[in-house]
């Protein structure tokens, strides 16, 4: 067989870089950056040469796995999916729809088939207990850009390329390579803007890789922020830098802001964000005399109690400083295909609202149709309607990646039945009755569905398949409309594609109206979510809307670009007002139940700040919690250190490489949490503040992990309390969490 060359899009970040892959023999022999590449243009991190241990590893699930008497046995497609056909339907009959999740995770962000075909799984369950990922990182964002422009998705992009000012606030790209802003290379295109003359600024409780290629870093206590940017806000307004700028017309709330600003003099926050009033001062300033200015918050504002205040006040100063919708300054992408924001009448829609329903125990409400993850073990555990009996998990592993994960593991244990779709037997997945393997990345066509809506550059890329599948896998999506059906009592010999077909029908039908026929007519050679994303792309913004605009985007013109790059479609423009999608048609700087939980800040701010604090770290060859087991990523030196100031570590008696143990400051009554981490003195910290790596502590039983659990780290979960919020969007408190240490050398 002669060498392919092969490119695909890279499924394991954001930052979604184009890979040229060559393989000889049906195996990997390379992988490296594409050059012509339209979004990276050649860029990679080391993570992406591991997609080969990752399609080899030998723990990588192949066949479905069944669980009978505690152990699990191969078993055929056929045989899972009857054993489940066996056990959901008659739980669903007997305890409701309710009694029923669904948690899906990270990964089906990078896979078109699991996120275009999760919600005719969640469906077809019909139940309220849908959780996900989102509430563990950044519903926060999600929400402020909601009540703000109009959807979920609608979230403002630094304009990198053309600021002189980009003030990065709790998140480090250079080890994540970018978050909800899809910017490969962001280090090459720091070094552009300083070369350039521009500054870049980093506010974070470590002075990060990001903060080592900045002009300026700021230490700031974890949780803080949303009182640093509420006195920025405040600031602008009592020395009277604010200016609208280009959207001056499509802003409303402006006096509403700085009424609830009052509070918030640089004065007042300054003990409590461990920053001088006369640098918040200095910060506002340069930022609003900067010609053209950024803020980027990520991560590090989201994962607090303030995380929705912290998301919101960040765009309040875009806003107010006139940096909003203009080059240079912030800048929605428009995407080729799936945006809400390019869809339906242009500059008005119906806004978003969260509490359509409510968690059970909790009463958090609904956000964007879910409910918090951190809930999903109460959820569980307390009896009653309602009580979820049937979990399905799909590529997820809370176990690892959610707070108190010890208790849901319990948790996870009463159920009477749980369905994972997840490549490997893992600390979550080990609690299944039955697995259902996803095909490898390198078996399966991708086009991002997410991604595009947040990358710093306008494209539509599509890879298909680097190597063939075996055929009696079947993709994820037809794996979902199969669960689909089986929890609708349909039995599980069904058709998944004769199922899409149906569905696809009637989607067609309403969508289309009495053009529906002809759509699916011209739509005939495709299936599947590549059929979705032919309707996506021709109906899209740069679509040839079915021959109407016969030099537009189709599928087939996409995918003849694959070799040279994809399809460039420009820099980000503005777009307001014709994206908005508020019921006003304006920006809503002013959502009045953002303005109403100001009160919260308003009130702590002079709260005692604990003493000794945690927050999570990531390094640039490590994924969340699955990809220690690629042996690529996983030599070198071992990355679960505890990093303690010198200053801590000598209060504490803590040596550099002992050992320690890490204690959650519990309420009374709780159960004690506690892991042990070997310590790592380092002067990158804010005294007062712990960094340990999350995604870590491959040590649990029955999970098959042979290289993790080698070096199997501490589960900074462990440590973390689930009773910990943000009230409005529901997410998890990850960092600023009170712990005290002591030596255990
Ligand atoms: N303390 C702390 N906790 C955190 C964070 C933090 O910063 N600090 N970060 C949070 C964030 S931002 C996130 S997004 C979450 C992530 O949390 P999760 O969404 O749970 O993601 P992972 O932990 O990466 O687990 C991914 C799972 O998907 C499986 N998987 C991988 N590829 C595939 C595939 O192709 N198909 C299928 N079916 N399964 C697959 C993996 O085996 C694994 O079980 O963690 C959160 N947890
Ligand atoms: N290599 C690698 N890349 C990844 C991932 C990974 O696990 N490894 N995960 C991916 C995922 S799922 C996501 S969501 C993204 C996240 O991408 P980022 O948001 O860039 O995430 P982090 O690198 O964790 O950076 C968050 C920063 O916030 C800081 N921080 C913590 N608490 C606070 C606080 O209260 N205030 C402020 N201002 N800063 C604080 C931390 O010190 C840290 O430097 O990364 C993605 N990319
Ligand atoms: S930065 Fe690394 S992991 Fe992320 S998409 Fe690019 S190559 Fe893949
Ligand atoms: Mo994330």
Redesign the pocket.
């Known amino acids: 067989m002669p060498q392919t060359t092969h490119h695909r899009i890279c499924p394991l970040?954001?930052?979604c870089c184009g890979l040229e892959i060559t393989v000889d023999a049906g195996r990997i022999t390379s992988i490296r950056g594409h050059e012509a590449d339209v979004l990276s243009g050649g860029y990679i991190?080391p993570?992406a040469i591991a997609l080969k241990d990752l399609h080899d590893d030998p723990d990588r699930l192949r066949t479905p796995l069944i669980k009978r008497n505690g152990t699990f046995e191969p078993a055929t497609w056929a045989q899972a999916y009857a054993e489940i056909a066996r056990r959901l339907p008659p739980l669903i009959a007997a305890h409701g729809r309710n009694a029923t999740a669904v948690a899906v995770g990270?990964p089906s962000s990078h896979k078109i088939g699991l996120i275009a075909y999760f919600g005719k799984l969640a469906r077809a369950l019909g139940t309220k207990n849908v959780f996900s990922?989102s509430t563990l990182?950044?519903m926060p964002k999600q929400l402020a850009s909601g009540l703000m422009f109009g959807h979920w998705l609608s979230v403002a992009l630094p304009d990198m390329e053309r600021t002189d000012f980009l003030l990065v606030?709790?998140?480090?790209?250079l080890?994540?390579?970018?978050?909800?802003w899809t910017v490969p290379d962001f280090k090459g295109k720091a070094k552009s803007l300083r070369a350039r003359g521009g500054k870049l600024v980093v506010?974070?409780?470590?002075r990060?890789e990001?903060a080592a290629v900045a002009d300026a870093h700021h230490f700031?206590?974890?949780?803080?922020?949303v009182f640093l940017l509420a006195a920025m806000v405040h600031t602008l307004f009592t020395e009277n830098r604010v200016t609208l700028g280009n959207v001056a017309e499509w802003v409303n709330g402006v006096e509403a802001v700085q009424q609830a600003v009052a509070p918030f003099t640089p004065e007042a926050v300054a003990a409590r964000c461990g920053i001088a009033a006369q640098t918040i001062r200095s910060l506002t300033r340069q930022l609003a005399e900067a010609p053209r200015a950024a803020v980027y918050?990520?991560?590090?504002?989201?994962?607090?109690t303030y995380g929705t205040l912290a998301s919101w006040l960040v765009d309040v100063l875009n806003t107010l400083t006139g940096n909003l919708d203009r080059e240079g300054g912030m800048l929605f992408a428009k995407s080729a295909a799936f945006a809400s924001n390019t869809a339906g009448k242009p500059g008005v829609g119906k806004g978003v609202s969260t509490g359509r329903h409510a968690a059970r125990v909790s009463g958090a409400p609904e956000v964007y149709g879910e409910l918090p993850m951190t809930c999903l073990a109460e959820e569980i555990e307390t009896p009653g309607e309602g009580q979820i009996r049937a979990l399905i998990t799909v590529a997820t592993n809370p176990v690892l990646s959610s707070p108190n994960g010890p208790r849901l593991a319990k948790a996870l244990d009463t159920l009477d039945f749980m369905v994972s779709m997840d490549i490997y037997l893992n600390e979550t997945t080990r609690h299944a009755d039955v697995i259902l393997p996803g095909v490898s990345p390198l078996q399966d066509l991708h086009y991002d569905v997410a991604f595009p809506q947040l990358s710093w550059r306008n494209h539509a890329r599509y890879s298909p398949p680097v190597l063939p599948r075996d055929p009696s896998q079947p993709e994820e999506w037809q794996t979902l409309l199969t669960l689909a059906a089986i929890a609708q009592g349909q039995g599980a010999e069904v058709d998944a594609n004769a199922l899409d077909d149906a569905q696809f029908a009637q989607d067609a039908q309403r969508l289309f109206g009495t053009h529906a026929d002809a759509v699916i007519a011209a739509t005939q050679g495709y299936k599947g979510p590549q059929r979705a994303l032919e309707v996506a792309l021709r109906s899209g913004p740069y679509g040839d809307q079915f021959g109407l605009k016969p030099d537009g985007l189709t599928l087939a013109k996409v995918m003849a670009s694959n070799a040279s790059g994809g399809i460039d479609l420009g820099p980000l423009q503005p777009r307001i007002p014709e994206m908005l999608r508020t019921p006003s048609g304006k920006v809503e700087l002013a959502p009045p139940s953002l303005l109403q939980d100001l009160q919260r800040p308003a009130h702590d701010l002079s709260a005692p700040a604990p003493d000794l604090v945690i927050?999570?770290?990531?390094?640039?060859?490590?994924?969340?919690s699955w990809m220690h087991n690629l042996p690529t990523l996983a030599k070198g030196p071992f990355r679960c250190t505890a990093l303690v100031h010198p200053q801590d570590a000598q209060r504490l008696g803590l040596q550099d490489g002992a050992l320690a143990r890490i204690h959650a400051v519990t309420r009374a009554g709780e159960v004690p949490r506690s892991v042990q981490a070997q310590v790592h003195v380092s002067d990158q910290m804010m005294p007062g503040v712990v960094?340990l790596?999350?995604?870590w502590g491959h040590d649990l039983p029955g999970a098959q992990l042979r290289v993790a659990a080698e070096r199997a780290g501490a589960n900074l979960n462990a440590l973390l309390d689930d009773q910990l919020r943000d009230p409005l969007s529901g997410n998890a408190v990850?960092?600023?969490v009170a712990i005290t240490m002591v030596t255990t050398d």
Request: hydrophobic residues 25%; positive net charge.
């Open positions: 970040c954001e930052a991190c993570k990270n990922a990182d950044q606030i709790g998140a480090n790209p080890a994540s390579n970018g978050s909800m506010i974070d409780p470590r990060t990001t700031i206590r974890p949780g803080a922020d918050a990520r991560i590090g504002t989201c994962t607090q927050i999570g770290r990531r390094d640039v060859r490590t994924n969340n960094s790596p999350h995604g990850l960092g600023g």
